[in-house]
């Protein structure tokens, strides 16, 4: 998700923290992994869900497009999907 690196990227550069006092810029480096690495987690479930119902569907001959997707997913998922 390049996007997402960027925005983080983006956010980092802009936080107020005194670039010459290395304990805070490590401390700002390491919530920052952690915040990009949790969002890039959840981007990457979010992506295997879509491409997992749609590998299911097309094994069943059936069409699907973007307008039917959420429609497998929640038979696939549930509701919570």
Not at 15 to 38: G, M, P, W
Not at 43 to 54: C, H, K, Y
Request: net charge negative; glycine share 2%; hydrophobic share 45%.
């Amino acid at each position: 998700m390049p996007h997402n690196l960027y925005l983080h990227s983006s956010l980092m550069a802009k936080k107020k923290i005194n670039k010459n006092d290395k304990a805070a810029v490590r401390e700002c480096l390491f919530y920052s992994q952690i915040e990009t690495a949790v969002s890039l987690f959840f981007s990457f479930l979010i992506n295997m869900a879509v491409i997992a119902t749609f590998a299911y569907w097309y094994s069943d001959d059936k069409q699907i497009d973007l307008q039917s997707a959420a429609v497998y997913l929640e038979e696939d998922l549930g509701s919570f999907a």
